[in-house]
């Protein structure tokens, strides 16, 4: 079984920073494509970033390239996103997720195991 538990979130000003965690177990993880999505009241998910084990590659969404940071350290089975430049806009409850498939990254749908969620507040 495969769990992924994020943390990190919480309350920021506009312009401010957060580093978020998803730490993963069970089956190993190495040849996987691991991602950040969003979701915020009344909208649909939304792929925010995604990154292979091995760092090899990365994928950004375009709302968040440039501030945005997604890294992994494979020692300790954890995914990182760095937010800078936060904005009222990024607020949304954040989650990782392990994909089925690398074909359609961005569509939720290619993703079978979930974290529970970490919310991020950016206040004007």
């Known amino acids: 079984q495969v769990q992924l538990v994020e943390s990190g979130g919480g309350l920021v000003q506009a312009g401010g920073s957060l580093r978020l965690s998803c730490a993963a177990s069970g089956r190993t993880f190495s040849s996987y494509l691991m991602a950040w999505f969003r979701q915020a009241p009344g909208k649909e998910r939304e792929f925010v970033a995604a990154?292979?084990?091995?760092?090899?590659?990365?994928y950004y969404a375009d709302s968040v390239t440039g501030r945005f940071t997604v890294s992994s350290d494979n020692a300790k089975n954890t995914v990182y996103l760095q937010m800078n430049s936060l904005k009222p806009e990024d607020t949304a409850v954040y989650y990782c997720?392990?994909?089925?498939?690398?074909?359609?990254?961005?569509?939720?749908?290619?993703?079978?195991?979930w974290g529970q969620g970490t919310q991020v507040t950016v206040s004007s």
């Open positions: 990154i292979r084990w091995s760092g090899s590659r990365t």
């Open positions: 997720a392990r994909a089925i498939s690398d074909a359609y990254y961005r569509n939720p749908r290619s993703y079978n195991y």
